[in-house]
């Protein structure tokens, strides 16, 4: 497995989620902040072409799980994708310390799914984050000009909560754009975005550099007048930083790198009201 993503469970303290990579069997593995597995499951008529983005967030107004793991088949190095697709699952529930790994992936019975494409074209992204209404939010990785030939900030995508409920393809609006210019230097593409649990602050990182948003609790989007926190991620050097999540004080940052048997990392950001 070559994991991909990090993210932190909520209604399960300590437990970690993470993806297969693009063109791997489609399953999704857990483990606690020890590093030690704590469960592998398939994901029913799910196609894994590029896994790279993840996020927890609602289940939906009728759903009786706590929360829901969100799955992004969205990367798409060469933005040639016209469609692209968002899986929705309950999160698993993980296996008690000390129980045996099976080799057989555990099966999850439920899978909602939504197939969307960009409002102009398609895109690269690895970013995506989901509001307590259920909206989904992605992030553009990879360089971008304006008319003008010149470099553009990432842009942020959204995805409104009643697409689940509709049939068809639906469409990835742009709302925003962040203070994040990839591909200004050689680390500067988004690999990774992580919400905070109590929905405040949102962590974006690139393969250099983490950046702390303050959010607007109505729109879901960054506050434009608040600059964020930021740190540079440099000296860790990971093989290819790609995940980040928040972990259990709601301060520090876990950063995780694509891999087999690469290392975590646990790790202090100045935040927006610092």
Known sequence: MENSVAVTSVSQRGIIFGLNDSGHEPLVFAYDSTGK?????????????????????????????????????????????????????PEPQVLRAGTPLSDSPLPISRLSRINFQYSDHPHDVEAMYVTRDGSVFLITKRRLLDVRRR?????????????????????????DSLPIVPGESEGSQVSDAALSPDGRLLAVRTYDEVFVFAIDSLTGLPVRHDAPGSCSIRWLNEKQGEGIGWWWDGRRLLLTSEGRNEPFFVVGCPLPEE
């Open 151 to 175: 470099p553009r900030r990432a842009l942020i995508y959204r995805i409104p909560a009643a697409a689940w409920d509709s049939s068809g393809v639906a469409t990835a609006t742009l709302v």
């Open 37 to 89: 597995g704590r469960g592998i499951w398939r994901i029913p008529g799910a196609v894994d072409h590029d896994w790279e983005a993840a996020a927890v967030g609602p289940c939906g107004p009728v759903a009786s799980a706590p929360s829901c793991l969100y799955i992004g088949d969205v990367g798409d190095n060469d933005a040639q994708r016209p469609v692209v697709t968002i899986y929705r699952v």
